[in-house]
């Protein structure tokens, strides 16, 4: 079977064809998700997201209108460090389908380590919220080791200094949790799930941890 004789099945789903019709214009492909690909596109050396359509619906899914709210969030909020850079946006048609694609800085994926620990953080908001971070730090601490034996990794953070530290020093972590406890009460606000396992956390080649995809919608039938 030809790459554009299928469709890659997801929440959202991508025509095998936008793929076989990037990859021969020298795109790099990075990976997927449950409703978009990434790639490496060569003349600007940015991430192109594309966003896949949802089976049944027409016009743009709520899905596509989600991470629409998401790149504005992101553009409104450009000089937090621990948000993506997105540099453009713009929607196109694919066998009579309507796709987005968005152009970010390209990121790192991030050590297990640092990913068990902010995989907890979006855990730990009521604390951000009081401003209570010492007690935010030693429960993602605590989560993160539990998580951590249970996959058999065998490791251990000696205290709640070297947590800080894995996140980026004092500034650093804190901007990021701010920024997670900003971003719940967005999708709060929207109806959005938070979907922050340490999967949807990347970083900056000078390590900064970026909250790259942090929402998922529920679609009732």
Same mark, same amino acid.
């Given at each position: 079977?030809?790459?554009?004789?299928?469709?890659? !099945?997801?929440a959202?789903?991508?025509?095998?064809g936008v793929?076989?019709?990037l990859? +021969?214009?020298?795109?790099?492909?990075?990976?997927?998700?449950?409703?978009?690909?990434?790639?490496?596109? /060569?003349?600007?050396?940015?991430?192109?997201?594309?966003?896949?359509?949802?089976?049944?619906?027409? +016009?743009?899914?709520? +899905?596509?209108?989600?991470?629409? %709210?998401?790149?504005?969030?992101?553009?409104?909020?450009?000089?937090?460090?621990?948000?993506?850079?997105?540099?453009?946006? !713009?929607?196109?048609?694919?066998?009579?389908? %309507?796709?987005?694609?968005?152009?970010?800085e390209?990121?790192?994926?991030? /050590?297990? $380590?640092?990913?068990?620990?902010?995989g907890?953080?979006?855990?730990?908001?009521?604390?951000?919220?009081?401003? %209570?971070?010492?007690?935010?730090?030693?429960?993602?601490?605590?989560?993160? !080791?539990?998580?951590?034996? +249970?996959?058999?990794l065998?490791?251990?953070?000696?205290?709640?200094? !070297?947590?800080?530290?894995?996140?980026?020093?004092?500034?650093?972590?804190?901007?990021?949790?701010?920024?997670?406890?900003?971003?719940?009460?967005?999708?709060?606000?929207?109806?959005?799930?938070?979907?922050l396992?340490?999967? $949807?956390?990347?970083?900056?080649?000078?390590?900064?941890i970026v909250?790259?995809?942090?929402?998922?919608?529920?679609?009732?039938?």
């Amino acid at each position: 079977m030809r790459a554009d004789e299928f469709t890659i !099945e997801m929440a959202g789903e991508i025509h095998g064809g936008v793929r076989k019709a990037l990859m +021969d214009k020298g795109y790099k492909y990075l990976g997927s998700g449950i409703d978009k690909q990434a790639y490496l596109e /060569p003349s600007t050396g940015q991430a192109l997201i594309i966003f896949g359509y949802r089976k049944g619906v027409d +016009d743009f899914s709520p +899905d596509q209108r989600m991470f629409i %709210n998401w790149i504005d969030y992101c553009k409104k909020h450009q000089n937090n460090p621990s948000l993506p850079k997105f540099s453009g946006f !713009e929607s196109f048609q694919f066998r009579g389908k %309507n796709y987005i694609q968005a152009r970010m800085e390209p990121l790192q994926e991030l /050590p297990k $380590n640092i990913g068990s620990l902010v995989g907890q953080i979006d855990q730990v908001t009521k604390q951000i919220g009081k401003g %209570n971070f010492k007690a935010a730090y030693k429960r993602i601490k605590s989560n993160a !080791e539990f998580g951590i034996w +249970d996959e058999g990794l065998n490791e251990y953070f000696e205290d709640i200094e !070297e947590v800080i530290n894995l996140l980026g020093g004092p500034e650093r972590a804190e901007n990021l949790l701010r920024t997670v406890y900003e971003v719940a009460k967005f999708a709060k606000k929207n109806k959005f799930t938070v979907d922050l396992h340490g999967g $949807n956390y990347m970083q900056r080649p000078d390590g900064t941890i970026v909250v790259n995809d942090p929402f998922v919608l529920w679609l009732r039938s």
